[in-house]
């Protein structure tokens, strides 16, 4: 047995049988407090957002953290080449086409774990929790010292400086020349958005780093022709939390106009999501043919084979795909969220006929893997998938989501955001 598959092994050994740590309510919204003090009653969340911290962490071998970090780089390389990018960016808008030299902050590659190693499951720009997800990890309670010391329980103190960094580093990649001083967290209705707790988490450690920064909705920014404006201030940076990829919605028009203009750096941005993001690229980056024709190494052909195999729902291939459906996992290309998503044995008649009437891709199904939680006095075994947070491939943060259901969901009891512990 190769030491791969041994850790893989004691990993998944871990994920059904250890309760050596649990998850610390108190300890919890202390720290949360401490890293945002005063901006949000935390204690509430368990009532408000009871199930977005799982009770228990989850274990991932070394291995295989390094293989989906892998991933991603491959992904990220082939994204540079001007051949793909032909293929990915040939029906976008002119100013989506356009490199604004920027690399997209908290780019989400997600996973789910096989004894055959990670397959990549989904690409997202925006991707969150990742501050949630480091207070997390330091709220477990371990069962014993040794414990505590073999899993190192502490924060992990480069977090921060690698989000001060990267949003610096964004900032240098557009060119812009002035210092960066504002930075903005922009989704729609960000007070109404379930993550906002994290928006408050973010601004409070990038205000912490000397950064002004401002929670709005869209709608409340301007663009003047020079710059992009909150009222009175300039914003210099826009953390972009918006599902709107494109920036077509009326409430978007500010950020539309100053991303034309390379007014404000934008980040995630259009370029980044139709590059990385739109599912369509998943089409051409798990076909190992194309990737070939495309130019892409031998080397990264073989690692880009973590990804399942995908392919456009068309009038042409709706027989085939619909005789196999059992074997596939449905997803619309516009879709984000795990919505209107479908796994291909759920399929009624009526949503195949919704699904032919819109743009879908068809993903050979990976069966996620299982983590046994227990809740009370209940045992039971959750999905699990793995997320990384990345930044110009560069890690950020791991985390897992535990859940019940076709998806990701934050509805499962004793399921949520977990913390990951290499073995």
């Known amino acids: 047995m190769t030491t791969a598959i041994a850790h893989r092994a004691i990993a998944d050994h871990l994920n059904q049988t250890c309760f050596c740590m649990t998850l610390d309510q108190d300890r919890l919204f202390n720290s949360l407090n401490t890293a945002a003090p005063g901006l949000l009653d935390w204690h509430s969340l368990s009532t408000t957002h009871p199930h977005l911290f799982a009770l228990n962490p989850t274990f991932v071998s070394h291995s295989d953290v390094e293989a989906m970090l892998s991933v991603a780089r491959a992904i990220e390389r082939v994204a540079r080449r001007p051949s793909f990018q032909d293929l990915a960016l040939g029906h976008a808008p002119a100013f989506v086409r356009e490199d604004k030299g920027t690399r997209g902050l908290f780019m989400g590659y997600d996973f789910h774990l096989t004894h055959e190693g990670p397959k990549l499951i989904e690409i997202n720009t925006n991707a969150g929790g990742a501050f949630l997800n480091a207070i997390l990890r330091t709220a477990q309670q371990a069962c014993c010292e040794q414990v505590s010391e073999f899993f190192d329980l502490r924060q992990s103190p480069d977090f921060p400086a690698k989000v001060v960094n990267m949003v610096q580093t964004e900032w240098r990649h557009q060119g812009i020349e002035r210092a960066l001083k504002t930075i903005a967290i922009v989704d729609e209705n960000p007070h109404g958005q379930y993550l906002y707790p994290e928006f408050l988490l973010a601004e409070a450690m990038l205000e912490r780093a000397g950064f002004r920064v401002f929670i709005c909705n869209p709608s409340e920014l301007n663009f003047d022709g020079h710059a992009l404006m909150l009222g009175e201030t300039v914003i210099d940076l826009v953390y972009n939390r918006l599902v709107d990829f494109e920036l077509e919605a009326p409430a978007s028009r500010a950020l539309r106009e100053a991303y034309i203009a390379s007014a404000a750096v934008i980040s995630p941005g259009p370029h980044h999501h139709a590059l990385l993001a739109n599912k369509r690229n998943l089409v051409w980056l798990s076909d190992p043919e194309r990737l070939a024709e495309l130019g892409v190494s031998a080397g990264d052909i073989e690692i880009l084979r973590a990804i399942p195999q995908s392919t456009p729902v068309t009038p042409d291939n709706a027989e085939t795909l619909w005789a196999n459906r059992k074997t596939l996992f449905f997803k619309p290309l516009a879709g984000h969220g795990g919505k209107a998503v479908y796994r291909g044995d759920k ?77």
């Open 347 to 423: 399929l009624t008649k009526s949503t195949w006929a919704n699904i032919l009437e819109h743009d879908y891709i068809a993903q050979s199904l990976i069966p996620p893997s299982e983590r046994l939680v227990k809740n009370g006095a209940v045992d039971a075994h959750q999905k699990m998938d793995i997320r990384l947070y990345t930044y110009d491939g560069d890690l950020l943060m791991t985390a897992a989501r535990i859940y019940q259901g076709q998806t990701t969901n934050f509805r499962t009891p004793g399921g949520g955001f977990a913390p990951i512990f290499p073995v």
